[in-house]
């Protein structure tokens, strides 16, 4: 089962300062038919203005990772984290049981192009973890980096979830497959780029759903770039 999610078709925000792309129903967008998928509750896709950004505010129970395509994300957070996240990066933290964060564009001429995901956790209370690691040279080099697992595997960054991110920087008529184990679900979100899944046509911002599939054929059209979560 193949369902596509044209990128027209997520819910937009304009805050002036930010403007969002939401896949998933997220605050004053609210659509019954998309509220998440298996354990992945939220993709927004952000592009903050220079010198603005999100101030303190509260999580928990939730696994966020972000994902910078353009510019740079100073973190600050309760627990004494400070890091800058760059192109190439994934940070990941673990909410647990409340934690206070902010996220600003400190690049006061310059756009920063993000994505922030949510995970569930497979239970609620988790003690609070974080996580940050440059992805970079894998990515500039490999087909397929795993940067997100339950296990931490494959130098991977670990959630308290079974999921796997996984994110590809494609070339231009590369192609690869990737099989889908038994009982396991496939979300995969084109950051930028072209691709041909399994016959199917996506473009930039869209995304497709895959269930009860053995396998995925993946080509570049173009130069590309997509985020594939592998989900219980």
């Keep these: 089962m193949f369902a596509l999610r044209k990128s027209n078709e997520r819910g937009f925000a304009d805050h002036g300062w930010l403007k969002s792309r939401h896949t998933f129903s997220f605050a004053d967008y609210y659509d019954p038919d998309h509220m998440g998928f298996r354990a992945l509750r939220v993709i927004n896709e952000d592009r903050i203005e220079g010198g603005t950004g999100f101030g303190m ?4 129970d939730m696994e966020i990772i972000s994902y910078v395509v353009q510019g740079a994300l100073e973190h600050k957070d309760s627990k004494g984290n400070v890091a800058v996240i760059k192109p190439g990066d994934v940070q990941r933290m673990s909410a647990g049981t409340g934690v206070m964060h902010s996220e600003y564009n400190k690049m006061p001429e310059s756009d920063t192009h993000f994505f922030q995901i949510w995970i569930l956790p497979d239970r609620p209370g988790t003690s609070f ?21 339950k296990e931490g595997r494959e130098g991977s960054i670990s959630i308290n ?3 796997d991110l996984y994110i590809s920087r494609m070339k231009k ?3 690869f497959a990737f099989p889908i184990r038994p009982s396991r679900h496939v979300w995969l979100q084109v950051i930028q780029g072209h691709l041909n ?15 009860q599939e053995q396998s995925l054929q993946v080509s570049a059209q173009e130069d590309s770039e997509f985020m594939l979560f ?3």
């Design 230 to 232: 592998d989900l219980a």
């Design 161 to 163: 979830q079974d999921a």
């Design 129 to 149: 973890g974080y996580g940050q690691k440059s992805f970079a040279d894998d990515l500039n080099t490999k087909d397929l980096v795993l940067v997100v697992s």
């Design 197 to 211: 899944i399994n016959g199917h046509v996506l473009e930039t911002g869209d995304a497709v759903k895959v269930s």
């Design 57 to 60: 505010h509260g999580h928990r």
């Design 173 to 175: 008529g590369k192609e």
